[in-house]
C-alpha cells in the first residue's frame, strides 16, 4: 500500500476500526471573542445527527481567554466542549490550529467533523483532512445518516443541476465544510448541561508563517452586509447599470434591517461589489423576506436564497423562473414599481413621525 510521507500522518492508521469512532466534532469559528452564526448553526445541525446515532456533540474551541465561550456552546447543543487555550493560538493559523486538531483526533478519535464554510474554515478543513488520509466534501448544504452508518455528505455540482451524494465508508473522521446559513440557528437552551474538557496541547516547534498583522475590511459605508439584513432586496441583470443600484439603496433605507444584494450576472458586470452576491458562487442568506428585482431566477441563484421565509419577484417576465419560487409575485417594469414602492413607504415613515 502507497504511503503518504511528510504530512504527519500514522502508519498504524492504515486500517481503520470504523466502530471505535465516536462524535460529531463542529470545529467553533471565531474572531476577537464572538463565535460565528455558522458555528451555531452547525452545532444544531450535528445535535440533530448525534440524537439518530446516540451519539455526542463536541465543539472544539481554540485560542486564547476564550474558554468564557464554552458555557454557550453547550446551551446550543455541544455535549463537550473542548478547549485549547493558549496565548499561542491567539490568532488563526492554519499550522498550529491544524496541529492542534489532528492530535484531538488521535486522542479522542471523533467519528465526524463539521466545519463552518469561511475563508479560516476552509483552509483549516484541507489542512486537517490530508494528515488524517480522510476525504473532505467542501460546501455541503445538508447531511444525513445512512443505513450503513455513513454520514451522507451533500452538495450541488455541476454549476448547481445536481446534488451529489457523497460517503467516506473506509476512513474516519468523515470532514465536510458547510455553506453559511444553510441550516437555522438551534432555539438556546438555558438549562443545557455539559463537559468543558481542556487541553494543553503545545504548537508545533517550527510554524512556517506568523500572522503580523490584521487589517479588516471596512463595510461598505457601514452598510449591512447580506448574510446578516433581516430584508434583502437583490438586483438582476434587469437593471441595466451599476447607477440603477441607488434606487433600490434608497429602497433599502426604508426598512429596518434591510441590504441590498446582486445576481452574478450583475457582480460580473461589475455594478456591485462580489461581497454582495447571492447565489451558489456567492453567498446563501436565509432573511425574513428577499425581494427579487429583476432577476430571472437561475437555479445557481436560487441555491443562494432559497431559506429565505418569504421571497417577492418583481420582473417583467412573466414566465421567468424566480416565480416559480415566489410568494408574491408583482409583473411590470422595475423602473416603475421600485420608486412607487420608494414614494409609499416615504408616506407611511411621514405619517408615523419617523
Known amino acids: 500500500m502507497m504511503t503518504m ?43 440533530e445527527l448525534a440524537d439518530q446515532r446516540g451519539d455526542y456533540v463536541g465543539a472544539v474551541l481554540i485560542g486564547h481567554n476564550v474558554k468564557h465561550l464554552a458555557d454557550d456552546l453547550i446551551k446550543y447543543g455541544a455535549d463537550k466542549v473542548f478547549v485549547i487555550d493558549r496565548e499561542e493560538y ?34 483549516l478543513g484541507g489542512k486537517i483532512a490530508i494528515p488524517l488520509r480522510t476525504g473532505l466534501a467542501a460546501d455541503c448544504t445538508e447531511f444525513r445518516i445512512d443505513e450503513n452508518g ?30 453559511p446559513n444553510v441550516f437555522p440557528v438551534p432555539l438556546k437552551d438555558d438549562t443545557r448541561k455539559g463537559e468543558i474538557i481542556e487541553e494543553d496541547i503545545e504548537p508545533p516547534k ?10 479588516p475590511t471596512k463595510e461598505e459605508d457601514g452598510r449591512i452586509p447580506i448574510e446578516k439584513a433581516k430584508v434583502i432586496i437583490t438586483g438582476g441583470f434587469g437593471m441595466k447599470k451599476a447607477e440603477n443600484f441607488e434606487m433600490l439603496w434608497e429602497l433599502a433605507s426604508l426598512i429596518e434591517g434591510a441590504s441590498v444584494g446582486a445576481s452574478r450576472r450583475a457582480v460580473d458586470a461589475g455594478w456591485m461589489p462580489r461581497s454582495r452576491q447571492v447565489g451558489q458562487t456567492g453567498k446563501t442568506v436565509r432573511p425574513k423576506l428577499y425581494i427579487a428585482v429583476g432577476v430571472s431566477g437561475a437555479i445557481q441563484h436560487l441555491a443562494g436564497m432559497m431559506h429565505s421565509e418569504y421571497v417577492m419577484a418583481i420582473n417583467k417576465d412573466p414566465k421567468a423562473p424566480i416565480f416559480e419560487v415566489a410568494d408574491f409575485g408583482v409583473v411590470g417594469d422595475l423602473f416603475e414599481i421600485i420608486p412607487i414602492l420608494i414614494r409609499e413607504l416615504r408616506k407611511i415613515k411621514e405619517q408615523r413621525g419617523s
Request: with cysteine; net charge positive.
Open 5 to 47: 510521507k511528510g504530512l504527519g500522518a500514522c502508519p498504524e492508521w492504515e486500517e481503520v476500526k470504523i466502530e471505535e469512532w465516536k462524535g460529531i466534532w463542529v470545529y467553533i469559528d471565531h474572531r476577537w471573542g464572538e463565535v460565528k452564526e455558522v458555528t451555531y448553526q452547525l452545532l444544531g445541525k450535528a445535535r
Open 90 to 123: 491567539k490568532d488563526y493559523n492554519p499550522e498550529t490550529y491544524g496541529h492542534v486538531f489532528i492530535e484531538l483526533v488521535k486522542k479522542y478519535k471523533p467519528y465526524a467533523i463539521l466545519i463552518g464554510g469561511t475563508k479560516n474554515g476552509r483552509d
Open 150 to 179: 455513513n454520514l451522507v455528505q451533500i452538495r450541488p455540482a455541476t454549476g448547481g443541476k445536481i446534488l451529489a451524494h457523497i460517503v467516506t465508508p473506509s476512513r474516519r473522521p468523515q470532514i465536510a465544510t458547510a455553506r
Open 206 to 215: 517550527k510554524v512556517k508563517t506568523r500572522l503580523r498583522e490584521f487589517i
